[in-house]
DNA sequence: TGAAATGTTGGGGCG
DNA sequence: ACGCCCCAACATTTC
């Protein structure tokens, strides 16, 4: 395979291929790469063959410990329902299939050896992702087929920079966010967007209207709650492609250009959520790093806040190359003294943590968020996370868990970035004795109140004085606004500052350590 | 992408 | 006028 150091591999491929002879039949493996427009593996499929196979697998057990959680498979449901549409548009069927225990086929691979032995296709194309496991799995995979003497390809589609393309001059990973960027930004050469296929090829003959074993609709993967909890889902988001690119469009005509200051404030949309739209591929990094480079930057200040968000994008990059490179970091801390953390075991503390019932107004409306449309602020993230390992120290694994089953947007490599940042413990993380204080937090950014006001209605006729910290509030003023604390509103669950200074200790018996 | 504790400075009140 | 104190505002250090 010809490959150039920073990711030409696949546009030098396909002029490659297109000079040779077409294969007979392909197969195209979908993934995260929900999409069709800037789909390299799909480019290569379609381009390479005279019919395709294009086939989703859901094989949970192959991702253990970490399956989909709950909220994650409602919006794979819609988004996969979305994606089939579109295929449909280009006359084109998705085979989908489950693979593991209690069904026809035990893994994914032999689900593909299935249809490949069936249909004696000749050539096999996927997307790469990055996760430990399933990294693991793709290279046997590939070994199996290369073995067979398939043409077997994978493509670099969801990140901008391979995990293992950027290197110190040590030739190590990097560790630390900001040279690791800087590095990454020196070696961007970035490519247009790929079109949508121009030609789907068929079916292979034998496939095209039969029912083949094993394989099923998307209702039979069971991905939907059987207790109808996810309408607030489904009322805050539109899986799939198209609302991706809407979605988009829609920051970028509005918000982009303040997103430096507005990203900081829950209340009002000054974020992208393109994070469930990237987790699932329905769009690349690559066509929003397009996107915004494309926009009018005349204002100083304006050409700042792309910056700033690129540098987002940036930090999903970096995620992606810390689960790479330290692939045990989901389950255990970089920084090995964390190991000796006297973490705390409570499940009255959790429970309230995980229904927002903690007495800190800001923790309180981001968990509530979180519950309601399975995506919570990025500010409001820091805040919450910080408060579940340094107030209640509870561990950050703890933490993952829950935010793993209720995000949509639940990226292993983003989450545990996120949660070993918060608990001081990862890469470039937040020194241990950075707290965050919830009311100053909320103060600063939810400065009238209104973010808290939409996810605790109790609190919602409290003046914006109190608002972030009720047990202060005269009796006067508590009784006005039909609140009374302990009952309609929980006191707080700990005392902030108290709470501060046993972190503090807790952080001092790590010294030993190290 | 912190917050608290501690230090410094300078204006104003006041004897 | 002067020295002293107070304290807000800001800066620096510490956790």
New binding site residues.
């Given amino acids: 395979m010809l490959i150039d150091k920073y990711g030409h591999e696949k546009e030098i491929n396909l002029q490659k291929k297109s000079q040779e002879k077409k294969s007979a039949t392909s197969i195209y493996w979908i993934r995260q790469d929900l999409r069709l427009r800037d789909n390299p593996a799909l480019q290569a499929a379609t381009k390479a063959s005279e019919s395709m196979i294009a086939v989703y697998v859901w094989a949970p057990d192959e991702e253990s410990p970490w399956q989909p959680g709950s909220a994650s498979k409602v919006w794979l449901h819609q988004s996969l329902q979305s994606l089939i549409a579109e295929y449909q548009r280009h006359d084109t069927t998705v085979l989908i299939f489950k693979a593991g225990k209690g069904s026809t086929y035990e893994s994914t691979l032999q689900v593909l050896d299935y249809l490949q032995a069936k249909t004696n296709a000749d050539s096999i194309y996927w997307n790469r992702c990055y996760e430990p496991k399933i990294v693991e799995r793709d290279k046997k995979i590939k070994a199996h087929f290369k073995e067979k003497g398939l043409e077997v390809e994978s493509f670099k589609a969801n990140l901008l920079f391979e995990p293992w393309e950027i290197r110190t001059k040590e030739d190590k990973p990097f560790q630390v966010?900001t040279p690791y960027w800087k590095n990454c930004l020196n070696h961007l050469d970035l490519e247009p967007p790929l079109r949508t296929p121009s030609h789907f090829p068929p079916l292979p003959a034998n496939l095209a209207d039969k029912k083949i074993p094993g394989s099923c609709t998307i209702d039979e993967l069971d991905l939907l709650p059987h207790i109808k909890w996810d309408t607030g889902i489904r009322e805050a988001w539109t899986p799939g492609e198209a609302g991706a690119h809407k979605q988009l469009k829609k920051f970028l005509n509005a918000t982009v250009g303040d997103y430096a200051e507005a990203r900081?404030f829950p209340a009002i949309q000054g974020v992208s959520r393109m994070s469930p739209h990237l987790h699932f591929g329905e769009i690349s990094p690559r066509q929003i790093y397009n996107a915004v480079q494309q926009l009018d930057s005349s204002s100083k200040e304006h050409r700042h806040s792309h910056q700033v968000y690129l540098?987002?994008l940036g930090?999903r990059e970096f995620s992606h190359h810390l689960i790479f490179n330290f692939p045990t970091t989901d389950l255990h801390p970089l920084r090995k003294e964390f190991e000796h953390f006297p973490w705390q075991k409570s499940q009255k503390l959790m429970h309230a943590w995980q229904k927002g019932l903690t007495g800190y107004p800001i923790v309180d409306a981001g968990m509530r968020e979180l519950w309601h449309t399975g995506i919570m602020h990025?500010?409001v993230r820091?805040?919450v996370a910080?408060f579940l390992v340094k107030d209640l120290l509870l561990s950050w694994q703890a933490g993952a868990k829950w935010f793993w089953d209720t995000l949509v947007d639940a990226d292993l490599a983003q989450n545990t970035m996120g949660w070993q940042?918060s608990a001081g413990c990862g890469a470039?993380a937040?020194?241990?004795?950075?707290?965050?204080?919830?009311?100053?937090?909320g103060q600063?950014f939810d400065p009238q109140g209104e973010y808290v006001r939409q996810w605790v209605p109790e609190l919602a006729k409290l003046s914006t004085k109190w608002i972030h910290e009720p047990w202060k509030a005269p009796a006067e003023a508590l009784t006005a606004s039909g609140i009374k604390l302990g009952s309609d509103y929980p006191l707080p669950i700990v005392d902030?500052?108290e709470a501060?200074g046993l972190a503090?200790?807790a952080?001092?018996h790590l010294k030993q350590y190290r």
């Avoid at 937040?430 to 937090?441: G, H, M, S």
């Fill in positions: 966010f900081n540098k987002e930090w990025n500010r820091m805040i910080s940042w470039d937040a020194p241990y004795f950075r707290v965050f204080n919830p009311t100053l937090q600063k902030h500052s501060r503090l200790q952080f001092q």
